[in-house]
C-alpha cells in the first residue's frame, strides 16, 4: 500500500470513529426535547401547588387566623390535615422532585431556612405536624400556565428553555419562558412558574 493511499484510509477510519457518536448524541438532543416538553405539564401542576406554599398565601390551615398578619414575628400555625403536604418531610421531598438543585437553593432559603430579611415559611411542632408563619401573607398568584402548547425555544446538553402561553388575571399574556434542567435521571423545574 503507498503512502498516500494509506494516509486516505487512515483519515477516513478517523472520520467513520469521530462519526460514531453523531447519531446517539443528536438522537438524544431531540429525544431529550421532547421529553422535556412531556415532563412539563406534570411539573407545572406539581409547582402550582407547591407555588401556593412558596410564593402565595401559604398551606391551608387547620384553624382560622384572620388578623394575623402584619405582625414583625414569625407566628406558626398548624397546616390543614387535609392539605396536600402536612409535614416538613413531604413537602421537601416534593421540592427536591420538582425543582433544579440550583433553584432548590432559593426555595429553601424562604421555606425552611430564612435569613436576616425573612423567618422560614414553615416549621414543625412538637407532634412533627407542619406549621405556616401566618405573618408572611405571600402573594397572589394570577399567572396560568399551559403547557400543553409549549414549544422549544433553546435546547442544550441537559437543558431545554420552553416558550409556554400563559394568562395573568385570566387575559392571554403571551408566553412565559421556563427552563427544565435534567438532573438526576429527570427533567425539573429551574425557574419559577408563577
Do not use: H
Not at 390551615?61 to 414569625?74: C, F, H, I, R, W
Request: charged share 20%; net charge negative; with cysteine.
Amino acid at each position: 500500500m503507498n503512502g498516500k493511499r494509506k494516509r486516505i484510509l487512515t483519515a477516513l477510519g478517523l472520520l467513520f470513529v469521530l462519526m460514531l457518536p453523531l447519531p446517539v448524541l443528536t438522537g438524544c438532543g431531540a429525544s431529550s426535547s421532547a421529553q422535556a416538553l412531556e415532563a412539563l405539564p406534570d411539573l407545572v401542576a406539581r409547582a402550582e401547588v407547591l407555588n401556593e406554599y412558596i410564593w402565595g398565601q401559604g398551606a391551608p390551615l387547620e384553624n382560622d387566623t384572620a388578623g394575623s398578619s402584619g405582625k414583625s414575628v414569625a407566628q406558626y400555625e398548624r397546616v390543614a390535615g387535609d392539605a396536600p403536604f402536612t409535614t416538613l418531610a413531604a413537602l421537601t421531598e416534593e421540592i427536591l422532585q420538582v425543582y433544579s438543585t440550583e433553584y432548590c437553593k432559593i426555595i429553601m432559603e424562604i421555606v425552611l431556612e430564612g435569613n436576616d430579611d425573612v423567618f422560614p415559611r414553615y416549621n414543625e411542632d412538637e407532634d412533627g405536624r407542619l406549621t405556616c408563619d401566618v405573618t408572611n401573607d405571600g402573594f397572589v398568584l394570577s399567572t396560568k400556565l399551559d403547557p400543553s402548547q409549549a414549544r422549544v425555544k433553546s435546547a442544550g446538553f441537559n437543558r431545554v428553555k420552553a416558550a409556554v402561553p400563559c394568562t395573568f388575571q385570566g387575559e392571554p399574556d403571551g408566553d412565559y419562558i421556563v427552563t427544565l434542567v435534567y438532573e438526576n435521571g429527570a427533567w425539573k423545574l429551574d425557574s419559577p412558574t408563577y
